[in-house]
């Protein structure tokens, strides 16, 4: 079956720090992947998406680039802000007929400190 | 710009009850999902739901669930009998096409607290 491993947090950074959050996945068929963002009290907001692979997705400052030899779509962060503070959470859909179901990784709970 | 909203945003409920959960997808939108998140835990795929009938489930969506679309705008997730393990976030989400290239977009959320 289809599965997504992130890694666990939370992960608490300073301001303008580097952010990196790994994921790795499994999949049966050729998966588009993911990144979502949940904001404290809000639903989930697709932040970039990478549909083959090396394929970067990029939105916000935040970058991760498709791995197929890897299986990995590490999502990275040159320089944080405290509005980045969220869960993120990784995920796949595999192509087939019945609806494309999305498949996520535990969730990240990023925190930036000021 | 449209989005996917929810009601209620928290539900509280006593064990054996029934609950129903609702969604108004986005208006153009043809695919529906439910999914739900148990605190701490990864958020799960429920149902998918396309032409009026169900396209996919998982093993967590038994007897005790079922979604209808009652009007062409509503979409709802019903638990016939609800029990404590039920507690979670439920996240409604539609998509405009086929193909994952097209973006799932979620709703705020239902937390169903069971007691």
């Known amino acids: 079956g289809n599965s997504v491993t992130q890694m666990e947090g939370p992960v608490t950074l300073s301001e303008e720090a580097f952010l990196t959050i790994n994921c790795t996945y499994t999949?049966?068929?050729?998966?588009?992947l993911f990144w979502y963002v949940q904001y404290p009290g809000e639903g989930l907001q697709l932040l970039l998406k990478?549909?083959?692979?090396?394929d970067k997705g990029s939105n916000k400052g935040f970058e991760a680039t498709y791995r197929k030899e890897t299986t990995s779509f590490h999502l990275e962060k040159g320089s944080v802000q405290v509005s980045d503070s969220a869960v993120y959470f990784c995920a796949l859909s595999v192509l087939q007929a019945a609806g494309n179901k999305l498949t996520f990784g535990g969730g990240t709970r990023v925190l930036v400190k000021p | 710009e449209p989005e996917v909203t929810q009601t209620p945003s928290h539900q509280v409920t006593q064990m054996g009850q029934e609950v129903i959960l609702r969604c108004v997808p986005i208006?153009?939108?043809?695919?529906f999902y439910w999914y739900r998140q148990i605190l701490g835990q990864k958020v799960e795929f429920l149902v998918s739901?396309?032409?009026?009938?169900?396209?996919?489930k998982s093993e967590i969506f038994d007897d005790q669930f079922s979604v209808e679309r009652p009007d062409g705008s509503n979409f709802t997730l019903k638990i016939r009998s609800t029990k404590l393990e039920d507690s979670a976030m439920y996240f409604c989400?539609?998509?405009?096409?086929?193909?994952?290239?097209?973006?799932?977009?979620f709703g705020p959320g239902t937390r169903l607290t069971v007691l």
């Open positions: 208006s153009n939108h043809l695919y």
């Open positions: 739901f396309y032409n009026n009938e169900i396209s996919e």
């Open positions: 989400a539609s998509r405009l096409l086929a193909g994952s290239n097209n973006e799932q977009f």
């Open positions: 990478a549909t083959k692979a090396d």
């Open positions: 999949a049966t068929g050729y998966p588009s």
